[in-house]
């Protein structure tokens, strides 16, 4: 397998302009996961899925930040309008999910998103 | 919800010296303490994880410890070389969901 998958790996744009960030996650994992990185916050969880379902879209920042999953293979992260505090790298991880256990979460390379 | 704490944020230490690095945690729910290591440049990876029914666990150089009552958990690297210099990270899995709330990291030196 080529591990969890995203796109573009790096990305500059200026204030305004709409970005969207795209993941693949292992094929068979059940639960993705968006995470934020910053010097200042670290790695924080924007948003998860299960199943294709969002569960939990409580750190997600703002309205301006959205995500879909449409299918089992596929999620975006979207930004818009967005702002220069936006940079950072984004994450996207997938796991397996045993019925009563924690599973590893696989992290896919990153987006370095860069606002000007 | 869960709250994460990590210390020191930097630690160094000479080429074969040990490292401690320590994490609490809020909710007494949580029930799984993964730690990932994260080189300049890439992605997070999981180096070991324990449960709450487990108070240590070791993998070659690398182990951690896990005092459910006080709750926090700490990783222990030994003999430590140049290339465990890295970001690391302490998690937590908030009661029955599947989600992790990760600590602020610690980056880790090894001199030479």
């Known amino acids: 397998d080529a591990g969890v998958i995203q796109s573009p790996r790096h990305e500059v744009t200026e204030m305004g302009q709409e970005v969207t960030l795209r993941c693949k996650p292992i094929?068979?994992?059940?639960?993705l996961f968006w995470y934020r990185q910053t010097m200042m916050r670290g790695l924080e969880l924007l948003i998860y899925f299960n199943n294709n379902v969002p569960i939990d879209d409580s750190g997600m920042p703002e309205d301006r930040f959205s995500a879909k999953m449409p299918n089992a293979s596929f999620s975006t992260l979207k930004i818009q309008p967005s702002e220069p505090r936006d940079s950072a790298v984004y994450f996207c991880?997938?796991?397996?999910?045993?019925?009563?256990?924690?599973?590893?979460?696989?992290f896919g390379p990153g987006t370095r998103l860069t606002v000007l | 919800g869960e709250n994460v704490e990590q210390h020191p944020s930097t630690l160094s230490v000479q080429e074969g010296d040990s490292a401690v690095i320590k994490c609490t945690y809020s909710d007494s729910a949580s029930n799984y303490f993964p730690w990932y290591k994260q080189e300049l440049g890439k992605r997070p990876q999981l180096i070991i994880d324990i449960r709450s029914n487990v108070g240590e666990k070791k993998d070659q150089r690398i182990a951690v410890t896990l005092n459910k009552t006080a709750k926090h958990f700490s990783l222990h690297i030994t003999e430590t070389q140049p290339e465990d210099s890295a970001v690391y990270f302490c998690?937590?899995?908030?009661?029955?969901?599947?989600?992790?709330?990760f600590g602020t990291g610690t980056r880790l030196t090894v001199i030479p």
């Open positions: 998690a937590a899995s908030s009661g029955g969901a599947n989600n992790l709330f």
């Open positions: 094929s068979g994992h059940d639960y």
């Open positions: 991880a997938s796991s397996p999910h045993e019925r009563g256990s924690y599973n590893e979460q696989f």
